[in-house]
């Protein structure tokens, strides 16, 4: 099929739900990515954040293959090996003691809530169960995580909402200050808010949430669903700051593109959880936790999160050289290869321009342009990308 037909048949048969752009990717190979009408673009947007080692690469997709002819699900009424594996390479390189297993960032947010509400149960009785989270923070689709999710756009129209979140601005800790209390069972935060326009987490603010959550007997989670598996240039973003939270969460790049999530916990916190309290059909399956495995082994052994950090900085430096040039961008921020660029204009005149010259970039909260390439990225593709983004401004500021 072609672009055209795909697209048609798309609108007849799925639920409108996603606002799409008429792009239909069929293959890929690193950061590139070929249209069903052989067009080629360069890939900053990696399915958010998600495929990390870029599109096939390699490694997993042995993994992937080799495992599907094995063993391909079998249930967590059963030891599953990988499984096992997996969270040992996990706890063995984060502050983490174990691993609860999943499907998506979503789902893992809601295990951490889930565990976070047990915990202060029986840690601390039946009155201590709200959870604090950050304006503009992200958290998922789920009830409870829509919830979570400081942000009135993604909650409207599904109320009743679930009882017992209080939302705080982010990076203002007398405001979470104000709102701990011994109501509060945990405090959950993206290190880097990804959805809500690449804010970065101060270290002033990371060290003041420790000591409040610390005084009020309050669980710590990080949310590193988007900025956790070297994204940030560091295998998990908390170690920028040197905060051990209680719990992190972990999706997207996970699997380098193969569905998985995990809810990793410390100390107290991952012993709660007993047999019945929390499960999934397809949670920690062979094959994802294959995938997993793959994915961790590149990028801990292929020295990807020093290379991220290096290439980085790169595109970093290139995006202050357009910020010196057009008086319509605002800010360049972010860490390792998440990166923001928040503009005075609408972001989404830039996102077609490159589109339309074969470079997918994407705009969180309408005027920040977010670069997020696979880890892998050359330095020669983002100098091609940065080119791309220079023309379309420059076309932009002539009209
Ligand atoms: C993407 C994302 C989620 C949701 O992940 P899904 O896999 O779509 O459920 C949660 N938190 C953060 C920070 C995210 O970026």
């Not at 990225?377 to 091609?384: A, G, L, R, Y």
């Amino acid at each position: 099929m072609n672009t055209k037909e795909i697209i048609k048949l798309g609108d007849k048969y799925l639920m409108r739900n996603y606002g799409r752009i008429p792009l239909a990717p069929v293959e890929g190979d690193g950061a590139r990515l070929w249209d069903a009408d052989g067009k080629e673009y360069l890939d900053f947007v990696s399915g958010i954040a998600v495929n990390a080692l870029g599109h096939c690469n390699l490694a997993v997709v042995d993994a992937i293959c080799d495992q599907a002819k094995k063993l391909i699900h079998c249930s967590n009424l059963y030891y599953i090996e990988p499984q096992a594996l997996l969270a040992k390479m996990l706890v063995e390189n984060s502050v983490m003691d174990k691993a609860f297993f999943c499907n998506s960032g979503g789902e893992a947010n809601e295990a951490a809530i889930k565990l976070a509400r047990k915990y202060a149960k029986v840690k601390h009785g039946p009155d201590k169960f709200e959870i604090i989270t950050a304006l503009e923070s992200f958290h998922g689709r789920t009830l409870a995580t829509i919830t979570a999710t400081g942000q009135p756009k993604y909650q409207k129209g599904f109320e009743p909402l679930p009882e017992g979140f209080k939302y705080v601005p982010f990076n203002d800790l007398k405001a979470l200050e104000e709102a701990v209390g011994p109501a509060t069972c945990a405090v959950m935060l993206e290190p880097i808010q990804g959805e809500g326009g690449v804010n970065v987490a101060t270290q002033e603010y990371m060290d003041g949430v420790k000591k409040i959550c610390r005084k009020a007997g309050a669980l710590l989670i990080f949310d590193e669903v988007q900025t956790g598996i070297g994204r940030t240039g560091r295998l998990f973003a908390y170690e920028h700051y040197g905060v051990k939270p209680d719990i992190i969460t972990l999706a997207k790049a996970l699997g380098g593109g193969f569905p998985i999530g995990a809810m990793l916990a410390r100390g107290d916190a991952a012993k709660i959880f007993q047999p019945g309290d929390h499960a999934s059909t397809f949670g920690g399956n062979p094959l994802a936790c294959a995938a997993a495995l793959a994915t961790l082994e590149e990028i801990i052994e292929g020295e990807v999160v020093e290379y991220t950090n290096a290439v980085g900085e790169i595109l970093y430096n290139k995006l202050l050289e357009l910020w010196g040039k057009y008086d319509f961008i605002k800010d360049v921020r972010g860490k390792g290869l998440l990166l923001g660029m928040e503009l005075e204009i609408e972001g989404k005149k830039i996102v077609d321009g490159c589109l339309e010259k074969g470079l997918l970039i994407n705009c969180v909260g309408g005027n920040v342009l977010r670069f997020i390439p696979p880890l892998i990225v050359s330095s020669t593709e983002v100098k091609q990308a940065v080119g791309i983004i220079d023309e379309v401004m420059a076309r932009l500021k002539k009209n």
